[in-house]
């Protein structure tokens, strides 16, 4: 790997742990600020929006995969190298992290209210029990994923509407999800709140990791079904062709 090389991957690593930073922050502080005032539609909105914005902002240098779920999806599909997609999950949770612990700083010092009593972090048990949580993440993930996939492959670039249509997946599932678990559907947003949060959102927090995973998984496995379903769709892979190698 040239110098070059080397610079281009440490933008596209830099750029992930800043879009899973904004992500994490802007959606579950949405959720700690206004999960009672605001209600699920205010969350969901939040989360679509901001990972609408950085589809555009940082898609064509890092595909903004900001989700070790998507980067599953990405490596499964033959997109990113192994290395590539460990140094992601790095750069996605550790920026979930630093996203957290301002948040948590911002109701521990700040007073700021946290309208969701627990950092906005993801669980189960009274809406929704354990089996119907991994029901729920792994259907929601599942779908985004497979947007991700199948719109960034059909693409050319990022400058259409392939924000548009990962924007407003995350947002659905999202509404559908957030009044049960949380809707994690991205295991470095659940990582974030759950380590700052302790107790029982962090012994939930496997699930949470372990079933979005399985829908990326999974999405990367429908995805070629739909795409040969499509033959007169553009050739270009998209930010996930980009994303790392």
């Known amino acids: 790997m040239g110098k070059t090389d080397a610079m281009v991957d440490i933008r596209r690593y830099a750029a992930e742990f800043l879009g899973t930073f904004l992500l994490v922050f802007f959606g579950v502080g949405s959720a700690i600020a206004a999960r009672v005032e605001g209600g699920v539609v205010v969350v969901a909105l939040?989360?679509?929006?901001?990972?609408?914005?950085?589809v555009y902002t940082i898609g064509q240098l890092s595909g903004s995969h900001v989700n070790p779920?998507?980067?599953?999806?990405?490596?499964?599909?033959?997109?990113?190298?192994?290395?590539?997609?460990?140094?992601?999950?790095?750069?996605?949770f550790v920026g979930a992290g630093v996203a957290s612990f301002l948040l948590w700083i911002l109701?521990?010092?700040?007073?700021?209210?946290?309208?969701?009593?627990?950092?906005?972090?993801?669980g189960y048990g009274t809406h929704i029990n354990v089996g119907g949580a991994m029901l729920l993440e792994t259907v929601l993930t599942f779908l985004f994923v497979l947007v991700v996939l199948v719109v960034s492959k059909r693409c050319t670039d990022l400058s259409g509407f392939a924000g548009l249509s990962i924007g407003l997946a995350l947002g659905v599932a999202n509404l559908v999800g957030v009044a049960l678990t949380g809707a994690a559907v991205n295991p470095a947003r659940a990582f974030g709140p759950a380590i700052f949060e302790g107790g029982s959102a962090l012994r939930q927090l496997w699930l949470f990791i372990v079933f979005p995973l399985l829908g990326g998984a999974l999405a990367a496995l429908v995805a070629p079904l739909i795409e040969r379903a499509a033959p007169g769709a553009p050739a270009g892979a998209g930010a996930p062709r980009r994303a790392g190698r």
């Open 46 to 54: 939040a989360f679509g929006f901001v990972m609408l914005a950085l």
């Open 69 to 92: 779920a998507v980067t599953l999806g990405v490596l499964l599909s033959g997109k990113i190298s192994p290395a590539g997609a460990v140094a992601y999950w790095i750069a996605q």
């Open 107 to 122: 109701v521990r010092w700040g007073g700021v209210t946290d309208q969701t009593g627990v950092l906005g972090s993801n």
